[in-house]
């Protein structure tokens, strides 16, 4: 079946810095991958998409790698602020295409 | 700007009790998804449905149901709640059966439900 980790369940880094997430997933070869931010109490917020034929994709201070080769997505924040600190989830399509399945996230904190 | 609303933020029901999670969305949207999460488990999808009258049984469906008698909502039931239905449940839209055009899921902002 199909499996995603998030292979760091927190991560804590000083401000100003690179942050790096890192998504794997095995038994699928999905068309996209999704990344979400979520705060304490709040649900997920969608932030980016990645396609299979797109290597690399971004916004803002947020870049996002997509390997199929790998099976592998890095999700990078960079300059890093204390108001990025919250759970980041990645998320694709289960095998039918209908609904998405997540990974469990990897909490970051940020410290000034 | 888009919403989807869950009638309650908090509830506490008793053992036994029949419960009720609203979700309502303003975005015109075909299809809503009800997932719990919970520590260590991520977020587990319940069900979900891409019509009126239409769902479909997610991963954990067993002692839920839905109802989708209108586009703009979508009502997940616990038939008979019990201890370890205690959980966050979250409700999802979207557009895009499968999400292809890269709008995502619009979460509400969540049930935290206690189950005593």
């Known amino acids: 079946s199909q499996k995603i980790e998030q292979n760091s369940e927190a991560l804590n880094i000083q401000e100003g810095k690179t942050a790096t997430l890192t998504c794997n997933y095995t038994?699928?070869?999905?068309?996209?991958l999704q990344w979400y931010r979520q705060d304490p109490g709040r649900g997920p917020v969608f932030l980016l998409l990645i396609r299979e034929n797109e290597k690399e994709k971004r916004k803002e201070r947020l870049k996002v790698t997509f390997d199929t080769t790998l099976k592998q997505s890095l999700f990078h924040i960079t300059a890093s602020q204390p108001a990025d600190s919250a759970t980041y989830l990645c998320a694709l399509a289960n095998q039918a295409g209908t609904a998405l399945i997540f990974g469990k996230g990897t909490t970051l904190s940020v410290s000034s | 700007d888009v919403k989807v609303t869950q009638s309650s933020r908090y509830l506490v029901k008793r053992t036994g009790e029949k419960v009720f999670l609203e979700c309502v969305q303003d975005m015109d949207h075909e299809n809503m998804f009800w997932y719990r999460q919970d520590p260590g488990l991520g977020l587990r999808l319940i069900y979900f449905s891409y019509d009126v009258k239409m769902k479909e049984k997610g991963d954990i469906p067993e002692g839920y149901s839905v109802s989708r008698e209108k586009k703009e909502r979508f009502s997940l039931i616990l038939e008979s709640a019990s201890t370890n239905q205690t959980s966050m449940y979250l409700c999802?839209?979207?557009?895009?059966?499968?999400?292809?055009?890269?709008?995502?899921?619009?979460f509400g902002s969540g049930t935290r439900l206690t189950v005593v």
């Open positions: 038994n699928y070869s999905p068309a996209y």
């Open positions: 999802a839209s979207s557009f895009d059966r499968v999400t292809s055009l890269g709008r995502g899921y619009t």
